[in-house]
């Protein structure tokens, strides 16, 4: 079975740069895609990233994702840091015909 | 606009069953995959079944296969979570969300269920 492996939070300063990662264990699929989504306390999740790289709808573009042939791993850079980013964030990709999450990164901004 | 409205949720006793409801509006129901999504209180999402347009196909997380069963009514715009033997452990906010090619674009705001004595 595929594992999602997120760090379990991450902080940074207001302005700054953090990169989010999400290593993707052995296992099959049918795609590797990865998406991202953003979740605040008490709402439902919002699509951040999707297909690795592409940003949703209304998302600026110091929101990147990025994905890593070698080491399988995508990552979720915010630059610019605000405290509106302060969040629970979660990776998601699939395991044949189901789909997987990654457990969530707390990202705090200081 | 696209509103996804879960009903159905609420206390259960271990053991029993209970049947979740998703509203669909907005958009062209019968032309999209839908998704649960449930989260534990405090925890992390967890995927845990999927439909695709028709109903053709139907998967389903390990931890919940056998147990419940995802179902949609075209003619109402309507997905359906079956849910029997509930334990402790299916304690979770149930999202209803839409699927657009791979990535959930929209999600309900959520029915909490409660597996308790």
């Known amino acids: ?110 | 606009d696209v509103q996804l409205v879960e009903s159905g949720g609420g206390l259960v006793q271990p053991g029993r069953s209970l049947r979740l409801s998703c509203a669909a509006s907005g958009f062209t129901f019968d032309d999209f995959t839908m998704h649960w999504v449930r989260q534990a209180p405090g925890k992390g999402l967890e995927w845990v079944s999927g439909i695709t347009s028709t109903g053709g196909v139907r998967g389903y997380a390990d931890s919940v296969k056998g147990r419940f069963t995802i179902s949609r009514d075209n003619t109402k715009n309507s997905l359906f979570l079956q849910m029997n033997s509930l334990g402790p452990e299916d304690t979770a906010f149930y999202y209803c969300a839409k699927e657009r090619l791979g990535h959930i674009d929209y999600w309900g705001q959520g029915a909490l269920v409660t597996v308790s004595s």
């Open chain 1, 1 to 110: 079975n595929v594992v999602l492996t997120q760090p379990h939070s991450v902080s940074e300063a207001p302005g700054k740069t953090v990169t989010i990662s999400c290593t993707r264990s052995s296992g099959s699929g049918v795609s590797n895609y990865v998406q991202w989504y953003k979740q605040r306390p008490a709402s439902a999740p919002t699509l951040v990233i999707y297909d690795d790289y592409k940003r949703a709808s209304g998302v600026p573009d110091r929101i990147s994702g990025s994905f890593d042939i070698s080491s399988t791993s995508a990552s979720l850079t915010i630059s610019g840091l605000r405290t509106e980013d302060e969040a629970d964030y979660y990776c998601q990709s699939y395991d044949g015909s189901n789909w997987v999450f990654g457990g969530g990164t707390k990202l705090t901004v200081l």
